[in-house]
């Protein structure tokens, strides 16, 4: 009853907090951006964990540089017709070292986003790109602390100076990621390190954000993979429609996302909040319309699958032929912006 009250106000607030910008892209001028509702007496606020009581959050990974970041997002949100919730970025494990950008968590840019009323959502890998092989993390060395002086403790520091509350993750799709980085046993250590190693430190800002790839195939990896509900503020995964990408037939938005949902309230979680931190669709060149009839099932899916809180789009491509999985046209962002404008993903920050 009170989501469903909330629900209804919220889009009375939409409906008359919109403001008109000029493009900054080829959408043209006079694309519409829509501001977002500010809580009704605290009862839609997020809560301590950046869960939104009364609908789900809309974020998107935008493709960027390090340097061009809120540009990048100001683009896209003309384009789809809205502010992002949620702006999502990588980091690696590198040293933080002169003007390298890559291991520091909480760049300028991001700030200058997130104080442009985003959340981020940092994922954090054990990589070093473009580093040696010797350069390379492993689990094993995470969890061991041998990173602790140089990379974790550095970064901790920096967040918690930050102050505001971030999401962060550590090495989504950790299912992919094994034997390479070591066992499932040593990635639940180096997870909870790092956790405990942030607590240690006075860091009490992070909402500790787990991200599988949700794939069933490996369902019983990722049982072992999970830290522990301790350690999981939300839980996550990334499921597609592939599509000609993995040679796959077309799949629906509700058939990527249930089967995987269903299956994470049965064997990880029947309560954290949930989050699709990666979903979108290849393109069918065969039946143009198709990706924008994709788009348009999300809001009616996402409202029947409990505890999602929050809904990523990625725009960009995967490696491998036909692995565009970026919005492909107008008639698609067309449908995509009226799927994120439905009141269920427009919650107030705060």
């Known amino acids: 009853m009170v989501a469903g009250l909330c629900t209804v106000l919220t ?78 970025t990588y980091h690696d494990m590198s040293l933080v070292q002169g003007g390298r950008l890559e291991g520091q968590l909480l760049t300028d840019e991001e700030k200058r986003v997130a104080a442009d009323d985003h959340l981020l959502l940092l994922s954090w890998e054990s990589k070093w790109w473009g580093g040696t092989k010797a350069q390379q993390p492993t689990w094993k060395q995470i969890a061991d602390g041998d990173l602790d002086a140089s990379v974790i403790d550095v970064q901790a520091r920096r967040v918690k100076a930050y102050g505001k509350k971030i999401f962060l993750s550590f090495d989504l799709e950790m299912d992919t990621r094994t034997p390479a980085s070591g066992t499932p046993e040593d990635y639940v250590r180096a997870y909870r390190h790092i956790h405990d190693r942030f607590r240690e430190l006075g860091v009490t800002n992070v909402v500790w954000t787990w991200i599988t790839t949700g794939y069933l195939g490996h369902a019983d990896l990722i049982k072992r993979m999970y830290p522990g509900d301790d350690y999981a503020d939300w839980v996550a995964y990334n499921q597609y429609n592939y599509y000609k990408c993995h040679r796959a037939d077309w799949m629906s938005f509700a058939q990527t996302q249930r089967a995987t949902h269903d299956w994470i309230r049965r064997n990880i979680s029947a309560d954290k909040p949930l989050m699709l931190s990666e979903f979108g669709t290849a393109n069918d060149p065969s039946r143009p319309d198709r990706q924008a009839e994709w788009y348009a099932q999300v809001p009616g899916v996402l409202k029947s699958l409990t505890g999602v809180k929050a809904a990523l789009q990625w725009n960009y491509r995967d490696p491998g032929p036909h692995c565009d999985l970026a919005v492909a046209g107008d008639e698609s962002w067309d449908s995509l912006r009226k799927a994120v404008s439905d009141p269920y993903l427009n919650q107030p920050l705060r």
Do not use: M
Not at 16 to 37: F, K, N, W, Y
């Open 11 to 88: 889009a009375v607030l939409a409906a008359v907090l919109i403001i008109r910008h000029e493009s900054a892209d080829d959408s043209g001028p006079g694309q519409t951006v829509a501001s977002r509702p500010s809580a009704l007496g605290g009862r839609c606020a997020p809560t301590v964990l950046l869960e939104p009581p009364c609908g789900a959050w809309f974020g998107a990974f935008v493709p960027h540089s390090k340097g061009n970041l809120a540009q990048k997002v100001s683009a896209y949100e003309q384009k789809v017709g809205r502010k992002l919730d949620i702006v999502y």
